[in-house]
Nanobody, 120 residues
């Protein structure tokens, strides 16, 4: 069974920090690119960060560049998203995404999301 389980969301004041985590299981983690997306009501899901398979390359949305930092731990099969200098516009549900091959087929998996609210 494939599982992506996000955690770490919550309420934080503007300027604060929060770290999200995503635990993966049920697929060959080391062969999958991992991504963080976010979504607010009425808007399309937005890519926040991409972490490729090793040798890891990271790409960030312009809106979070220099404030958010993504990482992956191959041994623990987890990814994280450290979010600094948070702004109210960062408020969203954050999703973990996995994309890659299992055997001959490419698959895409999503977590259930974890909400982040940036407000005073």
């Amino acid at each position: 069974q494939v599982l992506l389980v996000e955690s770490g969301g919550g309420l934080v004041q503007p300027g604060g920090s929060l770290t999200l985590s995503c635990a993966a299981s049920g697929f060959p983690f080391g062969q999958y690119n991992m991504q963080w997306f976010r979504q607010t009501p009425g808007k399309d899901r937005e890519m926040v960060a991409i972490i490729t398979t090793p040798p890891t390359k990271k790409t960030y949305a312009d809106s979070v560049q220099g404030r958010f930092f993504a990482a992956r731990d191959e041994a623990k099969k987890t990814i994280s998203l450290q979010m600094n200098s948070l702004k109210p516009e960062d408020t969203a549900v954050y999703y973990c995404n996995a994309y890659g091959p299992t055997g001959l087929f490419y698959n895409e998996y999503w977590g259930q999301g974890t909400p982040v609210t940036v407000s005073s």
